[in-house]
């Protein structure tokens, strides 16, 4: 069973003989917290009928699980279409199937029935090669690809790049690093929220990013692009997200709270350089000024427009903090790792049922 909503479902099938139940639970706080205690203590009759608990972080555990809880980080699969690697011919081809950038030459593969979506600026939303592509393969961008959350930092992000846009006109930057910040671009992207029926907060967070993306004036507006990607189909989705990540120059996660920021390893594990925050979940993902950089007030425009500034302007640095993350992504977060420690946990919650159902078929023995 996976995170809360599940866990009474759990807790019955639990009665049925012989059966086992595992709870993963993907969220949590690292602090205590009255809200927190109260939700613990309406989880806990339910959470208790598991013969073990699998958590994120050790902060995460409650102290009536702590003696039948394991700690499994999340992690990726280097293999699926998110995360495996593209050749240059396959990465622009989904590219132009995907709408992210126009087709000036044919291409093997044929266009996606569903195409990623821009927000144009009367708030609508179209194919987004049009009227003209982002300019994915040409310009340096900034990509943030998560849910359409408040917690994710999408309007702080969106105010910083502005700030950093503003910066290329005050002439303390050298020649080449000025034309960068004039032509660099953001690129806000998360899932049609029309998909998502469990998540009725991400229209209303794609609402206020739409109306101050109406507010920009119309060269603030060509250097930001927000996309919705279509999830009609997983593959081309996980496709999308993948060459996205690969264009870009820095992936961002600016989340104000994270337990474990998934798109910032699917970057990290592609090479690309991260820009976090101190949420909890990211900090124990990446390290600043080794895998990446980590911002301490993901709220603050400037701030993240004085490390986008930093980062954009080294690029030999942002190679090696590329090449860093990818191999702590290796070491740490691939979902080959776990597979000893699910065969560890399954082992340990059927040894003893299995040893109890042999003394009760074995029969039993005379006097010597």
Known sequence: ???????????????????????????????????????????RPYAERHDHAIFSAPEYVPGFLAARASVM??????????????????????????????????????????????????????????????????????TQVSRWDRLKGFRPLLDGFLALKRRAGDGAHPPRHRRRLEIVRLVLAGPDPAAIQDDPEAREVLAEL?????????GAQADVAVLTLPMASVKENALMVNALQRCSTVVVQNSLREGFGLTAT????????????????LRQQI?????????????????????LDEMLADPKQRFVWGQ?????????????????????????????????????VRPARGPR
Not at 7 to 32: D, N, S, T, Y
Not at 287 to 305: S, Y
């Open 324 to 360: 860093n993350g990818q191999r702590r992504v290796h070491d740490a977060f691939l979902v080959f790792g776990q597979v000893s420690e699910w065969l560890r946990v399954l082992g340990e919650c059927d040894g003893p049922a299995r040893a109890a159902a042999s003394d009760a």
């Open 266 to 281: 699917e970057a990290m594990w592609k090479a690309v350089p991260v820009l976090g925050t101190q949420a909890w979940g």
């Open 210 to 218: 739409t109306a101050a993306y109406r507010a920009l004036e119309p």
């Open 73 to 142: 980080r999340p992690t990726i699969d280097p293999l699926g279409h998110k995360n495996r690697e593209l050749s240059p011919h396959k990465l622009v081809g989904v590219l132009c199937n995907s709408a992210l950038v126009a087709g000036a030459h044919p291409v093997l593969t044929p266009p996606f029935a569903h195409p990623a979506l821009r927000l144009r600026s009367d708030g609508t939303f179209a194919p987004a090669d049009q009227p003209s592509d982002i300019g994915l393969l040409f310009r340096p961008v900034v």
């Open 1 to 43: 069973m996976h995170d809360p909503q599940p866990l009474g479902a759990g807790a019955l099938l639990k009665a049925m003989p012989g059966l086992h139940a595992i709870w993963r639970c993907h969220i949590g706080l690292e602090v205590e917290s009255p809200i927190a205690s109260a939700a613990w203590t309406f989880l």
């Open 287 to 307: 390290r600043d000024g080794v895998d990446g950089r980590l911002v301490t007030h993901p709220d603050d425009p400037e701030e993240l427009a004085q490390v």
